[in-house]
């Protein structure tokens, strides 16, 4: 199966040369899955979108630094292939800025969330029901990075895993997408070097202070688990 990746953003210059780019993250997250997976990247940001659906058999929108409710040309351009990625039946994932475009091309809201920066490591309930989760499963731990949220959730999904924060925290729709808030690609050291990073300029002192503690609290990001979901998710269709 090959997948290709929408590049939405990219790793900021100081963290690139030793973490990847965000698609060098996902790449890595799915090879992880043992699956038999090839990749191509195009780095949408820039124009470079594929001439033909049919370059790929399975897509990823990726996180980015950009709101998603903006309507900068690539973004339209990009609302119009999810819409064709669905009717064309090809399943589709995605990530933090992907969640969020996916969901808005479905009749969401976005915007702010009035309770301010999602950063850290945050933990979501499962909802009971999807067969890429193992019954036994209740919560999983993620690294999240946002300050937009999905605020109502699109007719034709459904909520998957949520919290007290983050209410719409994963999506599906069917078989053919799976979407999730949090940051499945993003180690626990590179979200800690990215909240240091960005410390007091992105994100205020008290909340990259609280993201830090949720670090150091013992618990870790479960990306393979999520990784291993998402391959499940897109191998029905192999």
């Not at 990746?5 to 698609?23: F, N, Q, R, V």
């Not at 992105?202 to 870790?220: C, E, I, K």
């Amino acid at each position: 199966m090959k997948l290709g990746i929408l590049a939405a953003g990219i790793t900021p210059d100081e963290l690139i040369g030793k973490h990847g780019s965000y698609a060098d993250m996902i790449i890595n997250l799915l090879d992880n899955t043992q699956s038999d997976y090839s990749f191509e990247v195009f780095d949408v940001r820039v124009g470079h979108f594929p001439d033909d659906l049919t370059q790929c058999d399975a897509w990823v929108i990726s996180g980015s630094k950009f709101n998603a409710y903006d309507s900068d040309p690539w973004m339209l351009k990009l609302r119009e292939m999810v819409l064709e990625i669905h009717e064309a039946k090809q399943p589709l994932i995605g990530i933090c800025f992907g969640h969020q475009i996916i969901a808005s091309v479905f009749g969401a809201q976005l915007d702010k969330f009035k309770g301010g920066w999602g950063v850290g490591l945050h933990e979501y309930d499962i909802k009971s029901g999807f067969d890429f989760v193992p019954q036994d499963k209740a919560s999983f731990r993620l690294n999240a990075i946002h300050q937009d949220q999905v605020l109502t959730k699109p007719d034709n999904a459904e909520v998957f895993a949520s919290s007290t924060f983050c209410p719409f925290a994963g999506l599906v729709y069917g078989d053919l997408i799976f979407t999730v808030q949090a940051h499945p690609e993003f180690s626990d050291q590179f979200e800690k070097e990215l909240l240091v990073l960005r410390g007091g300029t992105t994100f205020p002192n008290d909340v990259t202070q609280q993201g830090l503690a949720s670090l150091d609290q013992g618990g870790t990001a479960e990306q393979s688990d999520v990784g291993n979901w998402i391959a499940r998710f897109l191998n029905k269709h192999k």
